[in-house]
């Protein structure tokens, strides 16, 4: 097939386009490389690869890169929520505004099929765990907002144009080039690169908030198989892609080890993740292969 993966420098997104080389596909990466709390970007050296520095906000550069296209994974986003909620512009520009960009440049150039990376998030609080994809959204914070809103414009062009679109809800991802830079890099990312620089974990709150971690290349099979798949119903589908377990902060920290710090509670963030995965189970074949137990235990033994 021909690719085109967006954010595809990034932690998820090096991994897919990784996955789609070693299946020999051809895939261009659009990725403007400004995500924070990534220490580096990826880049694979094969040479069905081709990497546009380009914003998805800017429609006029990314129309023409969408030619010949047979399948988009849009992972690109403003993906961080503690940042983007005193900058709720920046959030719904690019995840919002972005997103139906890329839908607008597949619909124009006879993409078949768009994969739309979203988000857990817009559960919040008033959903009782585990959480199903028809209960109804709790956004608590503009990333979430505008990553649901992304959803809505992926169902509208499948529901008026016949776009091929797949929603994945992507519970609390970990694994190889996780983000780890600043105090708002995602929690497993940040514990390691404080367990390794002999500093205490830094747990926001109680540490009792419950997280459904997700391994990343179980993610990256989610979109593999949704973009291989011949079963009509996922199309304009929210499907999660999570383990259906979870575990505590606390239980994180004490996983990784060494002293642990104490700091207030963070306004806008859900007090529990856990995924319903049956829904991806029966419709894609998917389920999960890495606990976060198991990585991190492989990680320390070793290190």
């Known amino acids: 097939m021909n690719c085109l993966v967006t954010g595809g420098c990034g932690f998820i997104g090096s991994h897919l386009v990784d996955a789609l080389v070693r299946e020999e596909h051809r895939v261009i990466v659009i990725d403007n490389l400004s995500a924070e709390s990534n220490e580096t970007f990826y880049y694979n050296q094969s040479p069905s690869v081709h990497y546009h520095e380009i914003d998805i906000l800017d429609y006029e550069k990314i129309l023409p890169l969408f030619q ?44 078949k099929r768009v994969i739309y990376s979203s988000t857990s998030a817009t559960y919040g609080l008033k959903n009782q765990p585990p959480l199903q994809e028809d209960m109804e959204t709790d956004c608590l914070n503009s990333y979430s907002v505008s990553k649901k809103s992304g959803e809505d414009v992926c169902k509208l062009y499948t529901r008026m144009w016949g776009l091929e679109t797949v929603i994945f809800r992507y519970f ?18 940040l514990f390691m690169r404080q367990k390794w620089n002999g500093e205490p974990l830094t747990i926001v709150g109680d540490g009792e908030q419950r997280r459904d971690f997700t ?11 949704a973009s291989k798949s011949s079963n009509e119903k996922i199309f304009g589908e929210v499907l999660n892609v999570g383990t259906g377990t979870n575990v505590s902060v606390n239980e994180l920290a004490d996983l990784v080890g060494g002293k642990k710090t104490y700091v207030p509670q963070r306004p806008g963030e859900a007090r529990e993740t856990l995924a319903d995965n049956s829904k991806i189970r029966k419709m894609l074949g998917w389920k999960p292969t890495v606990s976060i137990q198991d990585w991190i235990t492989d990680i320390l033994t070793r290190s």
Do not use: M, W
């Not at 983007?84 to 597949?106: Q, Y």
């Not at 391994?215 to 198989?225: F, G, H, R």
């Open 215 to 225: 391994y990343v290349k179980d993610i990256v099979s989610a979109n593999i198989l």
């Open 172 to 189: 609390n991802v970990f694994g190889e080039r996780q983000p780890t830079k600043g105090q708002y890099a995602p929690v497993v990312g």
């Open 68 to 111: 010949g296209i047979d399948v988009v994974f849009h992972l690109a986003a403003e993906s961080r929520i503690q940042p983007v909620i005193n900058n709720p512009r920046l959030a719904v520009n690019v995840n919002t505004l972005g997103t139906c960009n890329v839908l607008e440049a597949s619909r124009i150039n006879g993409v």
